[in-house]
């Protein structure tokens, strides 16, 4: 695991224990379309089949999504919980991941 991504890790722990993330499909939909949202982040092996409802109420609701370089274990170790996606509900910690995922990958927001 890069630099990068260990502090992306960190980060969503932080954002987590400060209730500051919604995880999984539903709840990230939910907080999208509640205009809670200020990112969606998704994990580097997560189906884009369920990517799909994500992005549209992404798209919807004008959020920007990222794939990160992170992989669902590795997500799910740092937050104790599996999940491929989630929604970051708070600007400060949104700008930061965005500006991590960025870094760490070369992510490409769409």
Do not use: W, Y
């Amino acid at each position: 695991m890069n630099g990068e991504n260990k502090q992306l890790l960190n980060l969503m722990g932080l954002a987590r224990r400060a209730g500051r993330l919604s995880l999984g499909s539903d709840p990230v939909i939910e907080s999208l379309r509640k205009g809670q949202a200020r990112l969606v982040i998704l994990a580097a092996d997560f189906s884009p089949r369920s990517a799909g409802g994500v992005r549209f109420a992404a798209e919807e609701a004008g959020v920007d999504v990222v794939q990160t370089a992170a992989i669902m274990d590795e997500i799910s170790m740092a937050l104790g919980k599996r999940t491929g996606v989630l929604a970051v509900n708070d600007a400060g910690f949104a700008k930061k991941l965005h500006e991590l995922c960025e870094a760490g990958t070369g992510a490409q927001t769409r």
